[in-house]
T-cell receptor, first 113, second 113 residues
């Protein structure tokens, strides 16, 4: 799995968009970008993933640069409940059999009132 | 739709005692993962199963740890004898056949005195 680099912490004002960057300059052509988050005292939660096109779901949007060397997770209207550690994970899927997720240090997002 | 269920949510025990953690994956999922999280080491995989068969147990710390999956809807992680350094939050996760997204349970916080 390609290595990822994320800032250790970020702040965001409540109601504003939170933009969380991730650098993955060694990403391979078949590797996807996954985002998970972990709210304090809870298990990690899947947010979104993508290969090269931008993706959007009910939780967030994922913007992947054209060269795929970096991506940004966007929470369009951050709330206090979005305060969590956000993990960017790059990996090639193995559709036939599962394998483990490797979590790095992530970004601690703090949404301020 | 119930997510991954873990029990107990909290366990306090004394050194030397046997501890059994339990997990019920999401119905229909065929892969199950046990992770451990500590402040020092972050989230790390202990073992995972595909179709009830252990695939990779290289993360299991030592012989004191054992895991079983007797059927598709139940798994246990046992520590015998427990030691204070086993204190951590233990997460169970599951994923569906043909999918690469993992869904985590709420975790069991284990304290060994």
């Amino acid at each position: 799995d390609a290595k990822t680099t994320q800032p250790p912490s970020m702040d965001c004002a409540e109601g504003r968009a939170a933009n969380l960057p991730c650098n993955h300059s060694t990403i391979s052509g078949n590797e996807y970008v996954y985002w998970y988050r972990q709210i304090h005292s809870q298990g990690p939660q899947y947010i979104i993933h993508g290969l090269k096109n931008n993706e959007t779901n009910e939780m967030a949007s994922l913007i992947i640069t054209e060269d795929r060397k970096s991506s940004t997770l966007i929470l369009p209207h951050a709330t206090l409940r979005d305060t969590a550690v956000y993990y960017c994970i790059v990996r090639a899927p193995e559709w036939g059999s599962a394998r483990q997720l490797t979590f790095g240090s992530g970004t601690q997002l703090t949404v301020l009132p | 739709d119930a997510g991954v269920i873990q029990s107990p949510r909290h366990e306090v025990t004394e050194m030397g005692q046997e501890v059994t953690l339990r997990c019920k994956p999401i119905s229909g999922h065929n892969s199950l993962f046990w992770y451990r999280q500590t402040m020092m080491r972050g989230l790390e995989l202990l073992i995972y199963f595909n179709n009830n068969v252990p695939i990779d147990d290289s993360g299991m710390p030592e012989d004191r740890f054992s895991a079983k999956m007797p059927n598709a809807s139940f798994s246990t992680l046992k520590i015998q004898p427990s030691e204070p350094r086993d204190s951590a939050v233990y997460f169970c996760a599951s994923s569906a056949r043909g999918a690469d997204t993992q869904y985590f349970g709420p975790g069991t916080r284990l304290t060994v005195l």
